[in-house]
């Protein structure tokens, strides 16, 4: 992969967040799949990042919440609703994109698109 220009520990961050999610998403067990690769993404070149799991999946009626800070299907004391508001924060302050597909009992997929600078 080509280098970015990036701040490592918010790329951290959302390696942790959305790895913490997924695993949540799974509490019988699963799979959890980080990828990366070059892409394009709207004519522009891209790092992506890829995490996937086979858990419940988000259900399509909040798929349009996740990312809006302090919206969380947890129960109370188990989670901020911060996560994926901040995963989203991080990429747009790197001139980034985040996408998911999610199906309900199959699992969810993220892939966050990183400009590439040279």
Known sequence: LPKLFA?????????????S???????????????????TFESKDMVEIQVQDTGTGIPKEIQAKIFEPFFTTKEVGKGTG???????EIIQKHEGHVKFDSIAGTGTTFKCYLPMRG
Do not use: W, Y
């Open 21 to 39: 999610n997924a695993m949540d998403a799974m509490p019988e067990g699963g799979t959890l799949t980080v990828r990366t690769k070059k892409t």
């Open 82 to 88: 911060l996560g994926l508001s901040l995963v989203f």
């Open 7 to 19: 701040n490592k520990s918010q790329i951290q961050q959302i390696l942790v967040n959305l790895c």
